[in-house]
């Protein structure tokens, strides 16, 4: 196991936890003692949890900083594979977007895009990661054409791998989407009923990830009207984060 594999494994104990403060604490840690090494790609894949981790928490500033210092790593180091590159960018990507700054955060994403290009089968994690998270994007500038066509490559490819909960996350998404575009699309009410569906298959795991899913999934049903549901998961979440 790499230095950065056990980083990551020890973040997820944390992280499922629901223990925020230990993540951040583990990871500028780590950091520090990478720069103290001089060693750039551990940096680099710090600083690209780092993005994730503020993003979440909604330090916008913190998050746009680890971008800045993230993205300067990244161009010293050509050697680096496509693969870790692009997903590398997808994290700056999403941070740039959760920052409402859209053009920039397509601009990463079609440049992970290119990383993947001739690297990744289609079907791939991180193609649907690409999809879902450029469709956001699309989303955002109002280009709903384009929004749904990523949204629905990205839906059927998490579909294929069993990637239930994210499948549930996209459903929502797409909800989102038709309601963005019509408010009486009667496709707003199929897709909420399919993102419940996916989160109460029983084979899913309930584990930190799940906690989290409902979570990111209760206020974009709150925010369709369905604070029934919002409730409900909600209170799934709470629940596990207790239990660990």
Known sequence: MTAFQKIIAECDKLFNSGDSAGVEKLLLASLAEAENSRDKLLQLFIQS????HY??????EKSLLAVKR?????SLLPELDDVSAGT???????ALSAAQKFDDALEIYLQAEKRFDGTLDKNDYLQAGLCNN?????????DFSSAENCYLQALDTLKTLEKFADCA???LNLAQLYSA???NDPLITIFLESAMDFLDLPALPRDGYYA???KKCASGFAALGRCDLENELASRAKEIYERH
């Open 49 to 52: 949890e780092l993005m994730g």
């Open 55 to 60: 993003r979440m928490q909604g330090d916008t």
């Open 70 to 74: 993230g993205l300067e790593l990244l």
């Open 88 to 94: 590398i960018l997808i994290n700056a990507g999403t």
């Open 134 to 142: 450029m469709a956001s994007v699309y989303l955002a500038k109002k």
């Open 169 to 171: 996350v996209t459903c």
């Open 181 to 183: 575009r019509d408010k």
């Open 212 to 214: 989290h899913t409902c």
